[in-house]
């Protein structure tokens, strides 16, 4: 289904399933709507990689994105659950269920380019790879979210990570959230916060972080400046070596 300009649209209790023998499958897209309500609807993907559950793009804001059922089936990799980008603003995503599967880069929600004052409160993320780069939560060059009471589960071979903040992405809050990261192989990360990612407030989270080595809880690397983290409960585990609660790279303070 394709949205364009709409305005307090009720988009709600339908069952959606898309099949493609190849990539670009899409259960529903909105562009540049504001005020529309979708919810309650169970939505199911299939193909062979790039395969979306919901995408929200090009201005779209107030939107209201509540307890959707969304299961992404690849057989190749870049799979969303619900991915919102360009310009996007004011959208309360709450109370969904998330499933990715693919092979690898599959993401649950995906927050990317000027995707400013959102709500991500109470989702159930569940994304599964039989490879690497499985990430629970992407937010990208956005600001000001609050991100709360989510339940996250990463699955995958290596370099998966529970919530990613990545490129000047700044003053968000993330807080009450469950983070399980398990890798395979080794690099998996319950919370990672890379390239020029300043004033997050990062508490009261509880991760678990598995793999072979060199998984850490929280990593702030590349110029990750004035985040606070208090109060998180971090368990990481490994069966080799260099496995860390709280990794601070040099260049970040």
Not at 38 to 48: D, K, L, Q, R, V
Not at 110 to 117: E, I, K, Q, S
Not at 225 to 240: A, F, K, Q
């Amino acid at each position: 289904s394709r949205i364009n300009l709409s305005k307090s649209f009720p988009f709600s209790y339908n069952i959606i399933s898309t099949n493609g023998s190849t990539t670009l499958n899409y259960g529903l897209q909105l562009s540049d709507g504001e005020d529309n309500n979708i919810s309650f609807n169970t939505i199911n993907t299939f193909g062979a990689g790039s395969d979306n559950g919901i995408v929200i793009y090009g201005g779209a804001y107030r939107n209201n994105v509540i307890k959707n059922s969304i299961t992404i089936n690849s057989t190749g990799s870049s799979n969303y659950g619900i991915y919102i980008l360009s310009n996007v603003t004011g959208n309360n995503v709450s109370g969904n269920t998330i499933i990715t599967n693919g092979s690898s880069s599959n993401y649950g929600i995906y927050f990317t380019n000027g995707v400013d004052n959102n709500t991500i409160y109470n989702n159930t993320i569940r994304t599964n790879g039989s490879s690497n780069t499985n990430y629970g939560i992407i937010i990208e060059s956005s600001q000001s979210n609050n991100i709360s009471f989510n339940d996250i589960t990463t699955t995958g071979a290596s370099s998966n990570y529970g919530t990613y903040f990545l490129t000047r992405t700044n003053n968000n809050r993330f807080f009450n959230n469950i983070i399980r990261t398990n890798g395979t192989a080794g690099s998996n990360d319950g919370i990672r916060l890379s390239t020029n990612i300043s004033y997050n407030n990062l508490s009261n989270n509880i991760l678990q972080v598995r793999g072979t080595l060199l998984n850490n809880g929280i990593t702030l690397t590349v110029s990750s400046n004035n985040n606070t983290l208090v109060n998180n409960s971090i368990h990481t585990e490994g069966n080799s070596t260099n496995n860390t609660g709280i990794y601070i790279n040099h260049n970040s303070t």
